[in-house]
């Protein structure tokens, strides 16, 4: 078991919603910034949502601005991304991340780093 384990990823009709979870190890959870990332085929692997646990600020790329929420449970050491009007460019493998600059990342719209926690992905497809 990794220390950032994804779930809830699928198939879904455009302007669906779905929920993805990450549930974090106890190091991971208290490791930085918690984000999402996706790299859909051919392209490079992206910010989508942040989250500083700390303060609870959220951040967004302008891509999903408005149509996903980040969120966070800490009892249960769970980030989520809620995804709604779901489009086909969504379309992507997801991936949640730990690390200091997982924020600043989205934020700047820079290329995903070498973070220090990575999860195994998964799989969102919308169908048009």
């Known amino acids: 078991q990794g220390h950032l384990v994804e779930s809830g990823g699928g198939s879904v009709q455009t302007g669906g919603s779905m929920r993805l979870s990450c549930v974090a190890s106890?190091?991971?959870?208290?490791?930085?910034?918690i984000g999402w990332f996706r790299q859909a085929t051919w392209d490079e692997r992206a910010g989508v949502a942040a989250?500083?646990?700390?303060?609870?600020?959220?951040y967004y790329d302008d891509s999903v601005e408005g149509r996903f929420t980040i969120s966070l449970d800490e009892a249960k050491k769970s980030v989520y991304l809620q995804m709604t009007a779901l489009k086909p460019e969504d379309t992507a493998m997801y991936y949640c991340?730990?690390?200091?600059?997982?924020?600043?990342?989205?934020?700047?719209?820079?290329?995903?780093?070498?973070?220090?926690?990575w999860g195994q992905g998964i799989q969102v497809a919308v169908q048009s």
């Open positions: 991340a730990v690390d200091t600059d997982v924020c600043a990342t989205v934020i700047g719209r820079r290329r995903a780093g070498n973070f220090k926690y």
């Open positions: 106890e190091e991971a959870f208290r490791g930085g910034c």
């Open positions: 989250i500083f646990p700390t303060l609870g600020d959220t």
